[in-house]
Each structure stands twice: as structure tokens, then as C-alpha cells.
């Protein structure tokens, strides 16, 4: 089963892939994918609020994130990593619960991360916003690194994301039940 995608002007067939008994996703990798990553890139960045620094989180949300700095003029870009490594000292830690994972996940970062936020004008960014955990856990280590966050955007929102009013997304992602039909 697979969903044709169109985005930032490019189709691609996502393969329909099982979450649980009751709920299928469309799953919209941009590893690998040049050609949309940096199209995407190119669109949000025409929607996007005045930013000094992007925040994405470990991992998929990297070469979007990567992209939109570099065409906004080699801007800084913070990843949010899954776990602690052992250069980062000072860490901030929050708890994220996304669609795909089926166990708590972590997402932190260290000192330096926190020097770049800190008093700045802050973007967060992900590949697809679907539950709003991830986007929401970043929102909070920029709150708690003292950063402001002045816009949430993604390529994709997902199921009930679709209806936010409080992000900016290229296109809407459908989720889908266990025949594959548009839920
Ligand atoms: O709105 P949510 O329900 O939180 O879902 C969106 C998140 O899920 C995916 O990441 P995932 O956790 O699958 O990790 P990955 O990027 O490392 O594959 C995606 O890249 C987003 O970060
Ligand atoms: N459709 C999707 N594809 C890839 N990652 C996702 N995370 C949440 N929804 C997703």
C-alpha cells in the first residue's frame, strides 16, 4: 500500500506502514532525498517568521533543518539529541512519547547548545508533526535553555496536527486504517 505525496511542488509514493492494529501511517523519509529535502527547505523558509537559530530533534528533522539554516544564510542549527553524549556537559532533558516509537524517548542538549539559544529568536523545526510530542518537547528545553520560540514549522502535519492553528506546515498527511483508507 502506498500514499502519493505532493510537496513543495515533487510527488512521491510513501510506503503505508502499521503503528497498531488501528492506525497506519504514510512514512515520509527524507534521508536519501535531496531533491525534496532542499525544496521543502526552500519553501518553508518563504513562510518563515524572523529567526536567528533552528531547533530540530534527533533524527529526521536533521538535513531539513541543516538545509533551511544553510539557505538562510548559514545560520546556527541546534539538534536535539536522543541521548546524552559524552561531550556534553550541563544537560537539559525532556521526555518525548512520538507516534512512531512505542517506548519514551529523551531528547536533551548540552552547554553549548544552551550558549547558542539563550536570549534568542528560535524556530523549530521537524520533518512531519503528528501527535505534537516532539515539536512540544522542543518547545520546552528552548523555554528552559532561555530562548524564545517564535515559530513551529514542519513539511508535513499529520492526522489531527492538520488542525492547528499554531504551526506552519507545506502539506497535510493523512493517517489511514488497516486497509489502507483515509482515516
Ligand atoms: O508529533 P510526533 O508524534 O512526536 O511525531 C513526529 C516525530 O516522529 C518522527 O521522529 P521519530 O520519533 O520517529 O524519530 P526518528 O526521526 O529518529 O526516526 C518525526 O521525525 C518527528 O520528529
Ligand atoms: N508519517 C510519518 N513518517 C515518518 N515519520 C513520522 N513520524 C510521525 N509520522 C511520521
Known amino acids: 500500500m502506498e500514499y502519493l505525496l505532493n510537496v513543495a511542488g515533487l510527488e512521491r509514493h510513501l510506503p503505508i506502514c502499521k503503528v497498531s492494529d488501528d492506525i497506519y501511517i504514510a512514512a515520509f523519509i527524507m534521508f536519501n532525498d535531496v531533491e525534496v529535502t532542499v525544496a521543502c527547505?526552500?519553501?518553508?523558509?518563504?513562510?518563515?517568521?524572523?529567526?536567528?537559530?533552528?531547533?530540530?530533534?534527533?533524527?529526521?528533522?536533521?538535513?531539513?533543518?541543516?538545509?533551511?539554516?544553510?539557505?538562510?544564510?548559514n545560520k546556527p542549527y541546534?539538534?536535539?539529541?536522543?541521548?546524552?553524549?559524552?561531550?556534553?556537559?550541563?544537560?537539559?532533558?525532556?521526555?518525548?512519547?512520538?507516534?512512531?516509537?512505542?517506548?519514551?524517548?529523551?531528547?536533551?542538549?548540552?552547554?553549548?547548545?544552551?550558549?547558542?539559544m539563550e536570549d534568542k529568536q528560535i524556530l523549530v523545526v521537524d520533518d512531519v508533526i503528528s501527535t505534537g510530542e516532539s515539536i512540544a518537547a522542543l518547545d520546552k528545553l528552548v523555554d528552559e535553555v532561555g530562548g524564545n520560540v517564535v515559530g513551529r514549522m514542519s513539511v508535513l502535519a499529520e492526522g489531527e496536527?492538520?488542525?492547528?492553528?499554531?504551526?506552519?506546515?507545506?502539506?497535510?498527511?493523512?493517517?489511514?486504517?488497516?486497509n489502507g483508507e483515509v482515516m
Do not use: W
Request: hydrophobic share 45%; charged share 30%.
Open 161 to 178: 496536527a492538520a488542525n492547528r492553528d499554531d504551526i506552519i506546515f507545506l502539506a497535510k498527511l493523512p493517517l489511514f486504517d488497516a
Open 41 to 73: 527547505a526552500e519553501e518553508l523558509l518563504k513562510k518563515a517568521p524572523e529567526f536567528d537559530v533552528i531547533i530540530t530533534a534527533e533524527s529526521k528533522g536533521i538535513p531539513l533543518a541543516y538545509e533551511m539554516a544553510r539557505q538562510a544564510g
Open 78 to 116: 541546534i539538534v536535539a539529541r536522543k541521548g546524552p553524549k559524552i561531550y556534553m556537559s550541563d544537560l537539559v532533558t525532556v521526555n518525548v512519547d512520538s507516534i512512531t516509537t512505542d517506548h519514551m524517548q529523551t531528547l536533551c542538549v548540552g552547554h553549548d547548545e544552551r550558549e547558542v
